[in-house]
């Protein structure tokens, strides 16, 4: 059978196919259909030939098969040292052997591919920085992402997740009116307590346009309210735009290029349109490196940045606190033994890995932050990147890969991890779930706000 | 014969060995794509340099990667390998004799006990290099016979020339071994996986740039591997 109903090469981009593929519950029909799929082996070449260039082609070529990107590998680590996990291995029985097979492949192979692509690799590219010749099998492992969706091979949720892209531009079902509506209903219930609070929709030229994670309208609106409460107190001027908001990118974990483009296309459009002074995003690290440090190449600038300065929230906080918009109570300083989880998508692919412990410095009674270790850029990912959180039939292999962030969390002897990445809490959530290791984790705004001092006069009146 | 192998065809094998690494530099830059690759290399060459330069320092000194640091042992029998496989050739006083012959010209040459040395340690670090590749799951499970043969071809010319060298039976055999072998050795450097020779550096730069460009160098904070 050359295409299944619902497991095929194209993508999802109607709202029937999407709940057909939704109605298959865990994708038991998608999986076996998957079984049948015919590998368009001269697509598959065609397309290697074409956007294969010198970084990849000269990384399979000269890969020293040194061995010395194993231990770099959580996945490796985690799984007993199986050669297997070794990085390079993994992406050379796959993406090597397709290329070395000039892309003549059956379906078992690209089947095996998809397994190794998702649940073998996180795209978290800490490999890249101990392999002598630079080889990121990272960088890599996402080429490949691309190849096996474009013919069809990809875990069940992310063809939805990337369907659900195309479809509402955002990671969820959630449009427009149902986001214009969530911030106006946050508005509401939080100006009660914070006299003036506004979330302004659609503002033009304001000072900052902030954008977020589907997952805040959809699960937890009360991020959006918090973000709110920060800017409120800050003094900011600000705005969401109704169109545009959303900046995650399940996509690009699908590998799905093309619904990317058209994703942070949307972004910057809202930019142009509502031409803001600079943009914030939440707390989280594979929205940023969707829109802030990916986005600007798949849409094609030139200079490889969104079309105005786009800052993490992280940068935006410790900002605030520096300059003093956002003061702490000092006596509402944790005080107890707290660490950080640094995700890979904004510290080692963006660098900010300084400005988290700024903010730690005034968050935090001296002597009570802990570092993992290794931290910054050296951290491991949490074990849940890279689309790993969300794949069901991963979930045994995603649990494995949850043990190290658990060693390395032990070792620190914190019960409090601050983790500014939904992707990042996720994982340590599912992690305690799973191994009960009696810890709390949290993002940075619901502490931030708990230890704010509050000018007097945006206190609420006091009715005695 | 002799005559042939270090005159005509050594000067065939120079040329194709160099002019090929050659090319290949030339294809590996024209082969960097902005948009596929996701650098602006053009819009921040600066910190694209930077960032390039960082990083092959890093990875040529064998302290200044966390990868060298973590593995003393390796490093340092990875760094005497790379070493007398590249110094002796160019430093030994027989080839030196033979720049002169041709050329006019000659370098500094090793002292000959060092040029046994470091003949030597290549030689072992051969070994021992292939004594690893059997010793070690994860390393084990990536060798192909392609990278023993890789091996052989690096090593193969200072096993012949430290035969000949000692004298160790027919002389005239070994000299002419040797030079093959060290023909062979040159002629495979743009062809094999030894293009790495050059390949090294166009990789690390690549990588460096995409660092110093996007990945924090433009936001002051520089990897430290
Ligand atoms: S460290 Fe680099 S060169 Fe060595 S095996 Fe891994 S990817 Fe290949
Ligand atoms: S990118 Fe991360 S998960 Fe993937 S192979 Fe490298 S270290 Fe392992
Ligand atoms: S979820 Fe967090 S730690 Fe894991 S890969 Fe993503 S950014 Fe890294």
New interface residues.
């Given amino acids: 059978m050359p295409e299944g109903k619902i497991c095929n090469k194209q993508p999802i981009n109607t709202v029937e196919q999407l709940q057909l593929t939704l109605a298959d519950k865990s994708g038991i029909k998608y999986y076996e259909e998957m079984e049948h799929l015919d590998v368009d082996t001269d697509k598959l070449w065609a397309s290697i030939q074409k956007?294969m260039?010198?970084?990849t082609?000269?990384?399979l070529?000269?890969?020293?098969?040194?061995?010395?990107c194993?231990?770099?590998c959580f996945l490796?680590q985690v799984n007993g040292?199986v050669?297997?996990q070794?990085p390079?291995?993994k992406i050379?029985s796959t993406l090597g052997e397709m290329v070395k097979r000039k892309g003549k492949v059956d379906n078992a192979f690209m089947r095996h591919a998809m397994e190794v692509a998702w649940s073998q690799c996180t795209c978290c590219n800490r490999c890249?920085?101990?392999?002598?010749?630079?080889?990121?099998v990272g960088v890599m492992f996402s080429y490949l992402r691309g190849l096996l969706y474009s013919q069809g091979f990809v875990p069940w949720e992310l063809k939805i997740g990337s369907g659900m892209h195309r479809i509402y531009r955002a990671q969820m079902d959630v449009t427009q009116e149902d986001w214009v509506e969530t911030c106006e209903w946050m508005a509401e219930e939080t100006e009660e307590e914070w006299p003036g609070l506004e979330i302004p929709v659609d503002k033009k030229d304001a000072d900052i346009m902030y954008t977020c994670n589907a997952r805040e309208p959809k699960h937890y609106p009360e991020d959006i309210a918090e973000a709110a409460i920060l800017f409120h107190v800050a003094g900011e001027n600000w705005t969401v735009p109704s169109e545009g908001w959303e900046q995650t990118s399940l996509s690009m974990f699908a590998g799905d290029w093309e619904c990317c483009k058209d994703n942070v296309q949307n972004v910057y459009n809202a930019i142009e349109r509502l031409n803001p002074k600079r943009c914030i995003g939440t707390e989280c690290g594979h929205a940023h490196r969707a829109t802030v440090?990916?986005g600007?190449?798949w849409v094609?600038r030139?200079?490889?940045?969104p079309p105005r300065p786009y800052i993490h929230y992280v940068e935006w906080l410790a900002e605030a606190l520096r300059t003093g918009k956002l003061k702490i109570d000092p006596a509402k300083r944790i005080k107890e033994p707290v660490t950080l989880q640094d995700s890979c998508n904004y510290v080692?692919?963006?660098?900010?890995?300084?400005i988290t412990r700024e903010i730690i410095e005034y968050i935090v009674e001296p002597g009570y932050f802990v570092e993992m270790s290794p931290n910054r850029?050296?951290n491991y990912c949490c074990g849940g990147g890279g689309g790993f959180n969300g794949i069901g039939k991963f979930r045994p292999q995603r649990n494995v890969a949850l043990r190290k962030k658990m060693e390395q969390i032990i070792d620190t002897g914190a019960k409090l991890v601050i983790a500014p990445c939904h992707n990042c809490w996720d994982a340590i959530r599912d992690l305690e779930e799973e191994y009960h290791i009696g810890i709390r984790w949290s993002f940075l705004k619901p502490l931030i706000i708990s230890m704010l001092e509050v000018p007097e006069h945006l206190k609420p009146k006091e009715e005695e | 014969m002799y005559d042939f192998l270090t005159g005509p065809m050594l000067w065939l094998t120079f040329i194709v060995s160099f002019g090929g690494l050659l090319v290949r530099v030339i294809l590996y830059i024209k082969g960097l794509d902005q948009q596929l690759d996701r650098v602006a290399y053009r819009a921040h060459l600066s910190y694209g340099i930077k960032g390039a330069i960082r990083s092959i320092l890093c990875w040529l000194n064998p302290i200044g990667a966390r990868g060298w640091r973590i593995r003393p042992g390796f490093t340092f029998m990875f760094f005497l390998f790379h070493i007398g496989l590249l110094l002796t050739p160019v430093f030994l006083a027989a080839h030196n004799v033979m720049l002169q012959d041709a050329l006019g010209i000659s370098l500094p040459a090793l002292p000959s006990f060092l040029a046994d040395t470091l003949a030597w340690i290549v030689v072992v670090g051969g070994v021992f290099m292939i004594l690893r590749r059997i010793a070690f799951p994860e390393v084990r499970i990536l060798t192909t016979a392609y990278d023993y043969l890789v091996l052989v071809i690096a090593v193969a010319p200072f096993v012949t020339g430290l035969i000949a060298r000692y004298a160790v039976g027919d002389y005239q055999f070994w000299l002419l071994a040797h030079i093959i072998c060290g023909e062979i050795w040159l002629l495979s450097l743009p062809f094999t996986k030894l293009s790495h020779c050059v390949l090294f550096f166009m990789s690390r730069a690549q990588l460096g740039m995409d660092y110093g460009i996007k990945r924090g160098g433009m936001k002051g904070s520089s990897m430290a591997w």
């Fill in positions: 956007t260039k010198s970084r082609k000269t990384w070529e000269i890969c020293a098969h040194c061995g010395l194993a231990e770099s490796y040292k050669p297997t070794v390079s291995y050379q890249g920085m101990y392999c002598p010749h630079g080889i990121d440090i990916e600007p190449y094609g030139e200079d490889g940045l080692r692919n963006h660098g900010l890995k300084m850029e050296h």
